[in-house]
Every structure is written in structure tokens, then in C-alpha cells.
């Protein structure tokens, strides 16, 4: 055992782990666009994008040059009643392409956080206008994050188990289709005199299993809810900056959300920040003389100039031609990679949106917590490749420097992995 890997299980506690019984875990030393190095020296390829955040691969000299020169300016500065630069403009960025109905934007700390401020800001719009609108809609299998208010409108499930008792009632609708598109419009329609809001991860549910829905359905919904006076907030945190293929899910819509979270590939992966966009009617029915109308949330770090400065450097990358061409490239060759397996008898379903790629392993037992995670899990490791299971679903979610070569150096161990297991 390195020293690195004792001084951590001395004094660290991980993330969705069981310290018990978990492996130890790997000392990463240096990052460099889509590879990750190991203290002995071992090259890993981060197919994740490390817990979906990183957009432009690891240790990106112009990201890095950016934030280095805003820590020599200007570290932090509280945001009530202040403002900085690198804050106004990364707003403008953001502005400029998301759906021009985003008129606002409001800064947290992180994707969870952005999904709370959305929630408590529909609360409080209805509540602002003296009207009691308390029940919230989201879809089954959903997940929003991991603080109380996103927990509540995530899905049951083992991870939420010890604090459901805790959680605010949410309806909970089926993923739409065109079979049941009818119904979902009526439960909608039965609750609308309570209901505050629904949110939703537009076409791709990414811890729920990587589960994908068409456009054309969620546009429906949207307009649906619209009909009815119901707000929607798309948690684009996981969808966000290119994954589907285009800069947002919500661009593949018609339709289009009250309220926009984003968070992950916001800085490029490189530290915590998040974001919640509103429209203009959302942001006036808080605009007040009286104060207990304000919106009471905010977080110490707030706007941190050297997170906005991460972000407008992201900002440029993700707008550049090459990062476009990127985006078609992977959808492209994840396209063929799906044509070419789907028909294998080991995977129940393959899917795909965009560079998001997943596939079902066809197995009994389809729990989060079955073995086949750590079997794929631990192969693809052993073949210098980070891919993280969920559950018996495997997928590829990478950032877009990957080359053609890893792109085909992945489907190959794939190929193998569906002829072992």
C-alpha cells in the first residue's frame, strides 16, 4: 500500500462508498487531457469524465492560465450587495446561449444546490403572490441531487431510504411516450390548482440508468404544464455544455423550461460551481417593497471569481469550432458503436443522445448493487479505462478531446467484455 493510499483511508471518508468493504482507492498524481495518472505511473482513460464534469479533458493550460491569472487579482468577495467581473460576464455568456427566455441568473455552489434554488424560487413565486402551491412533479427514476430539497424530488431508492420519512411529498410521473402521453396530461391537469412546479432531466435521466426519452414527448409535457400555469425547471446539470450533441438538451426542444440548473461541465470540470437561470416573470414576482418577499439563499462562496473565471474559459473552449466538430465526431462514432452491438444477445437495450452512450448488460438481476458492476467495473480498470457501472448499465460519457484511437480502443474492450461476461 503507498503512503498516499494509507494517509487517505487514515482520515477520509468517500463518497458512495462502503468503507468496509470498498477497495482502496487509487492515487491519482497528474491529469492530462482524457488520461488520468496513477502514483505508480499507470495511464487510466477517463470515459467518465470524472463524475461527468470534465468537458475538455484534465489539467487544460488555457483554463488553468485563466485561473491563475484571477488569483492574482481577485480570490473571493462576498456577492450580497457586491459584485465582480469574471460574475457579470460569465452571466452574459451564459445568456447568450441558453434558450432566450432565461432572463436571470442565480449562483451557487453546485448542481444539487442549483436544483434548490429552483425549488425554492417556484415555491416562493407562488407564494409571493398569495397563492398555496406546494406539491412538486418529477419523473420516476429521477435524480437531482443529494441536499434534502433535491433528494425530495429525486426517486425512492436505496440512497434515500434513511431520510424518506424526511422527504416533502412529489408526484412522480412515468417517462412520456406516445402511449401515455394522455394520461400524464391528466394527472397534471387533476393536480394544477397545487401544483408549484415540475422538474425534470431533460432527455436523459443520467443516474436513474441513463434512461432516454424523446423530445417530441417531454415538448407535450412542457406545453401541457404551460397550459395549466404550472412552472418547469430543466436540471441540466449532467445534459448541459454538449453532451447531447447540441450545447443543451433543452435545444432539442421546442418547448422550453421556466427554470434551467446547470452545474459539472459549467467550469470544465475544473471546481465547484452552479447555476440557476429563470425568466424575467419569475424574477419580477419577487421584486418588492416589501422585503419577506426577497429570495433568502445564498452560500458563502457564491459567484467565486476564480470558479467564473474557470467558467468563461470554458465558455471559450465550448464555443470554439473544434469542440463542435468534437461533438459530431464522438456522436458520430458512438452511433456506429450502437448500430454495430445492439443486436448482441448479452445487452438488453443500447442507447444513445448525443456523446452519451449506455448499454443494458442482459442479466436477472438489474440492481444498482449487483455484481456484475464490479466485474466490468474492475476489467475495464485492469485495461487502463475508468467506466463506472451503474448497476448492470454501462455507459461512456467522455470529455471531447478523446481521440478516434481511445474512442476505438474503448468499443474494443467492450467487444471483449460482451464475449467474458
Not at 85 to 106: D, M, T
Not at 184 to 200: D, T, V
Not at 251 to 269: I, V
Request: with cysteine.
Amino acid at each position: 500500500m503507498s503512503d498516499l493510499v494509507s494517509r487517505d483511508l487514515e482520515a477520509i471518508w468517500h463518497p458512495y462508498t462502503q468503507m468496509k468493504t470498498a477497495a482502496k482507492p487509487i492515487p491519482i498524481v497528474k491529469g492530462e487531457g482524457v488520461y488520468l495518472y496513477t502514483e505508480d505511473g499507470k495511464k487510466l482513460i477517463d470515459a467518465v469524465s470524472s463524475w461527468w464534469v470534465n468537458i475538455h479533458g484534465h489539467s487544460h493550460p488555457y483554463i488553468a492560465e485563466k485561473v491563475f491569472e484571477q488569483l492574482q487579482v481577485l480570490e473571493h468577495v462576498i456577492f450580497a450587495g457586491f459584485t465582480h467581473p469574471q460574475a457579470v460576464k460569465l452571466a452574459e455568456n451564459l445568456l447568450s446561449i441558453i434558450p432566450k427566455n432565461q432572463a436571470k441568473i442565480f449562483y451557487s455552489d453546485n448542481g444539487s444546490t442549483a436544483v434548490e434554488v429552483a425549488i425554492k424560487m417556484c415555491l416562493q413565486f407562488w407564494s409571493n403572490q398569495n397563492q398555496h402551491r406546494t406539491k412538486i412533479l418529477a419523473f420516476k427514476n429521477s435524480y437531482h441531487g443529494d441536499t434534502f430539497g433535491a433528494m425530495a424530488v429525486s426517486a425512492r431508492s436505496a440512497f434515500t431510504a434513511a431520510f424518506d420519512s424526511l422527504l416533502f411529498d412529489v408526484e412522480f410521473l412515468d417517462l412520456p411516450n406516445e402511449n401515455n402521453l394522455e394520461v400524464l396530461k391528466s394527472q397534471i391537469s387533476n393536480l394544477k390548482s397545487e401544483l408549484a412546479c415540475f422538474i425534470f432531466e431533460p432527455l436523459v435521466q443520467g443516474a436513474g440508468g441513463m434512461l432516454m426519452y424523446e423530445a417530441e414527448d417531454l415538448d407535450e409535457l412542457i406545453l401541457h404544464c404551460k397550459k395549466e400555469n404550472v412552472l418547469t425547471i430543466a436540471d441540466e446539470v449532467m445534459t448541459g455544455f454538449g453532451r447531447t450533441g447540441k450545447l443543451f438538451a433543452s435545444d432539442h426542444l421546442t418547448q422550453k423550461a421556466d427554470l434551467m440548473c446547470f452545474s459539472k461541465g459549467l467550469t470544465g470540470g475544473t471546481m465547484p460551481l452552479g447555476v440557476t437561470s429563470c425568466t424575467q416573470e419569475i424574477y419580477d414576482a419577487f421584486l418588492s417593497d416589501d422585503k419577506l418577499k426577497t429570495l433568502f439563499h445564498g452560500h458563502s462562496f457564491t459567484a467565486n471569481p476564480v470558479a467564473c473565471a474557470a467558467s468563461n474559459a470554458s465558455f471559450d473552449i465550448l464555443m470554439q469550432a473544434e469542440t463542435h466538430e468534437s461533438l459530431k465526431r464522438i456522436s458520430k462514432k458512438h452511433h456506429q458503436f450502437k448500430e454495430e452491438i445492439e443486436l448482441n444477445p448479452k445487452v438488453k437495450n443500447v442507447r444513445q443522445c448525443g456523446t452519451i452512450l449506455a448499454m443494458e448488460w442482459n442479466i436477472e438481476a438489474t440492481s444498482y448493487f449487483n455484481n456484475i458492476r464490479d466485474t466490468l467495473y474492475n476489467f475495464f480498470l485492469d485495461k487502463g479505462i475508468i467506466l463506472r457501472p451503474l448497476g448492470n448499465i454501462l455507459y461512456i460519457m467522455p470529455p471531447y478531446c478523446i481521440s478516434n484511437d481511445d474512442l476505438d480502443y474503448i468499443y474494443n474492450q467492450i467487444r471483449e467484455a460482451l464475449i467474458k461476461f
